[in-house]
């Protein structure tokens, strides 16, 4: 975040110290000042007082004729508060997004010299995409809007219909740590801070380096659940757009979690990449040609012939494999590659504690995993009790996320 910008989370309170910009607000909180997003604020005035005190009074308690439609009043006009605050801020934000392609992208585009289509990509992600969509939504909302009385607008029918669009924030949102980065590393050389700088103060944005700027589309599309929940707060039951915001509420909660999902998919799979890089002497296929998720690791026992030494190793339960390694005996976070097992092709035995009748050794705490395609076994053992339930359970959890559509087949004694 910039040095100048104002950090803040959900519910707290800031003190405007500057409102002369329409987009760009300085204010202050208890940790400090600095610039923040107009857009993503909305004034104490009379929206934060519960709905109850516009309800009508209850019979016998000093109720008028005027006190029904007087409360009723009261409650349209949070509802107009709500609406006009909607379409403020998504035409500041469609602004915000015109600003950034034709004062930034615009410009870097005709810098070949300086950026790649690469280069441009990894910065701006999909941000022109996001300007079209956004620009056909405000279009679809000021239709939607009643002029004339404004609290019966109907905008919960345009976030249902556009409800598809917003999951192109997902791209946007998970590369995002990537253009912040390759921000980072260009803007160590001066020609890039001064040509970023020329490309601000062309188009009169406010004193906000571009990585500010380029968060705000992260951070809008967080808000749009807490601005249809204000404004289902003050839509009456009765109201003809009551189940359209109730079903929009719903569905763009699900459009967050989506992108919150897609982005721990996407960091799971960077981690993957890295943890394969660090292993000596891997060999077969990568890890995520089959897999996406590390689901539970562990250093087991693994008893492979009667009399044999019992050889210690490193195994990792991804979806749809199990991978086990050697630990260096010198360099004890050194592991190198030892095989794979394909959990498609494998069913989990527990074993009770006692001897082995295949093995004819003794075990503890240990299970058996048995390779349908070839008939081998092998056997594993933990070295305390609840070490080998939580593999258990992890095996069991790993045929439900690889396997949704098939029933999961559960241990059975030996």
């Avoid at 305390?384 to 996320?401: D, G």
């Amino acid at each position: 975040m910039d040095d100048q910008e104002l950090g803040f989370k959900a519910g707290d309170v800031i003190e405007v110290m500057d409102a002369t910009n329409r987009e760009w607000w300085w204010g202050r909180v208890a940790d400090g000042e600095g610039w923040f997003p107009a857009s993503f604020v909305r004034l104490r005035v009379n929206q934060d007082e519960p709905a109850d005190n516009y309800e009508a009074p209850r019979a016998g308690a000093g109720e008028t004729e005027d006190s029904i439609p007087e409360a009723q009043s009261c409650k349209d006009q949070m509802r107009t508060n709500v609406i006009n605050e909607i379409l403020s801020t998504e035409r500041d934000y469609i602004k915000h997004l015109r600003d950034i392609c034709e004062g930034y992208v615009r410009q870097c585009r005709k810098r070949e010299d300086m950026f790649s289509e690469e280069q441009l990509r990894t910065i701006f992600g999909n941000i022109e995409d996001i300007y079209r969509c956004q620009k056909a939504f405000v279009k679809a909302l000021e239709q939607k809007f009643n002029t004339e009385r404004p609290h019966l607008s109907e905008l919960g029918a345009c976030f249902l219909e556009h409800q598809a669009d917003f999951q192109i924030y997902s791209e946007y949102c998970n590369n995002h740590p990537n253009a912040c980065v390759e921000l980072s590393r260009l803007t160590k050389l001066s020609k890039y801070v001064y040509f970023f700088e020329a490309c601000r103060l062309l188009q009169r944005m406010i004193d906000i380096s571009l990585d500010g700027f380029l968060l705000t589309p992260v951070q809008k599309i967080c808000k749009y659940p807490l601005q249809l929940a204000e404004l289902l707060k003050y839509t009456h039951p009765q109201h003809r757009d009551f189940k359209n915001v109730e079903a929009a509420l719903h569905a763009m909660k699900n459009v967050a979690q989506l992108i919150n999902e897609r982005k721990r998919r996407l960091e799971n799979i960077d981690k993957i990449a890295q943890w394969q890089s660090s292993i000596e002497d891997w060999e077969g296929e990568d890890l995520l040609v089959r897999s996406s998720e590390l689901i539970y690791s562990g250093e087991l026992t693994r008893v492979t012939q009667p009399q044999a030494k019992s050889q210690q190793r490193m195994f990792f339960l991804f979806d749809r494999q199990l991978i086990y390694c050697k630990k260096d005996l010198l360099r004890r976070d050194v592991l190198y590659y030892k095989g794979r097992l394909d959990m498609d092709d494998l069913e989990v035995v527990d074993v009770e504690d006692g001897k082995d009748r295949d093995l004819h050794v003794s075990v503890k705490n240990a299970f058996r995993l048995y390779c349908g395609a070839t008939g081998d076994s092998h056997l594993l053992c933990a070295r305390k009790p609840e070490q080998k339930q939580r593999w258990l359970k992890a095996f069991a959890r790993e045929r439900e996320q690889a396997s949704p559509s098939l029933s999961c087949r559960g241990s059975r004694p030996c």
